[in-house]
T-cell receptor
């Protein structure tokens, strides 16, 4: 049973470009969470999605960031017009159910974004 | 006050030692608690959930103190492979967010 998959594992972008991060949840999981981890800091919640629905995006910056989880295909975290402060590790997690956070979340290996 | 607070460490202990970490949380309504382990430049991995009555998994023991709003992790007979950052994670009912502490670094020395 494959775990949570993320790609790319490393992404380098110049300021102003777009970054697209992909996450495929574990088989049988329909709930996806995105987190950001800045160097030497803890993980910060960004957004929680179910298939075709954004449930909670309270942790996501209002501008330049968007997320989707289409009916088919992986979840996408999109960052437009990247700035140096966006450099971080972005982790995706999935769970089989989203029952108020009682379910264990399983994390992917992360995408390390570097903005030059 | 941060929602979840941990001593960042590092805790440097010799092999075979017993070490304990505490983590305090600010929301008294919190119901779900976890310890995750994160190795350098890797993803967090679930170490154990923390149950009200406390629970043990091999060399690891987790405790919850609701009155004082903290959870603890005890590691007995430390191994070199236990060296990692230990993340305290708290969830509040009705939300979907895990709140992560910044982690406690443990170094087990030969």
């Amino acid at each position: 049973n494959a775990g949570v998959m993320q790609n790319p594992r490393h992404l380098v972008r110049r300021r102003g470009q777009e970054a697209r991060l992909r996450c495929s949840p574990m088989k049988g999981h329909s709930h996806v969470y995105w987190y950001r981890q800045l160097p030497e800091e803890g993980l910060k919640f960004m957004v929680y999605l179910q298939k075709e629905n954004i449930i909670d995006e309270s942790g996501m910056p209002k501008e330049r960031f968007s997320a989707e989880f289409p009916k088919e295909g992986p979840s996408i975290l999109r960052i437009q017009q990247v700035v140096r402060g966006d450099s971080a590790a972005y982790f995706c997690a999935s769970s089989p159910l989203g029952s108020g956070g009682q379910e264990t979340q399983y994390f992917g290996p992360g995408t390390r974004l570097l903005v030059l | 006050r941060k929602e979840v607070e941990q001593d960042p460490g590092p805790f440097n202990v010799p092999e075979g030692a017993t070490v304990a970490f505490n983590c305090t949380y600010s929301n008294s309504a919190s119901q779900s608690f976890f310890w995750y382990r994160q190795d350098c430049r890797k993803e967090p991995k679930l170490l154990m959930s923390v149950y009200s009555s406390g629970n043990e998994d091999g060399r690891f023991t987790a405790q919850l103190n609701r009155a004082s709003q903290y959870i603890s992790l005890l590691i007995r007979d430390s191994k070199l492979s236990d060296s990692a950052t230990y993340l305290c994670v708290v969830n509040t009912p009705g939300t979907y967010k895990y709140i992560f502490g910044t982690g406690t670094r443990l170094k087990v020395l030969a």
